[in-house]
């Protein structure tokens, strides 16, 4: 069953700024996950974020594209099967988690 997907206008501006090559593997990993966004505890895709460096990420859950060096952090609605991608940035710093946490605040997420 495919979960329904929205993005944060702040995240789809983050998927617009990348290379198009960059955009098709998140696009790609994206449906993949589609598929099964639960937490991998789960038995699904989705690896849960916690408390990170200080930021209460709880209930936000992250793709990780190792290869292309990109985070994808996103909330499950599980009420209505919808997924909804709150960030997408370089996993070379905390930066992500950072954006994250405010953008989950600020969309009350």
Same mark, same amino acid.
């Given at each position: 069953?495919?979960?329904?997907?929205?993005?944060?206008? /702040?995240?789809?501006?983050?998927?617009?700024?990348?290379?198009?090559?960059?955009?098709?593997?998140?696009?790609?990993?994206? /449906?993949?996950?589609?598929?099964?966004?639960?937490?991998?505890?789960?038995?699904?895709?989705?690896?849960?974020?916690?408390?990170?460096?200080?930021?209460?990420?709880?209930?936000?859950?992250?793709?990780?594209?190792?290869?292309? #060096?990109?985070?994808?952090?996103? =909330?499950?609605?599980?009420?209505?099967? /919808?997924?909804?991608?709150?960030?997408? #940035?370089?996993?070379?710093?905390?930066?992500?988690?950072?954006?994250?946490? =405010?953008?989950?605040?600020?969309? /009350?997420?």
């Amino acid at each position: 069953m495919n979960w329904a997907l929205k993005f944060l206008p /702040e995240a789809q501006k983050d998927l617009e700024k990348l290379a198009r090559n960059q955009q098709i593997l998140v696009a790609k990993a994206i /449906e993949k996950v589609r598929q099964n966004p639960v937490s991998v505890n789960e038995g699904g895709y989705g690896k849960p974020l916690g408390n990170k460096g200080g930021r209460n990420l709880t209930g936000l859950l992250k793709i990780k594209l190792r290869d292309a #060096g990109l985070r994808v952090v996103y =909330k499950l609605i599980q009420t209505d099967t /919808e997924m909804i991608i709150v960030v997408i #940035g370089a996993r070379a710093d905390e930066e992500v988690y950072d954006t994250a946490a =405010k953008r989950a605040k600020k969309h /009350e997420l």
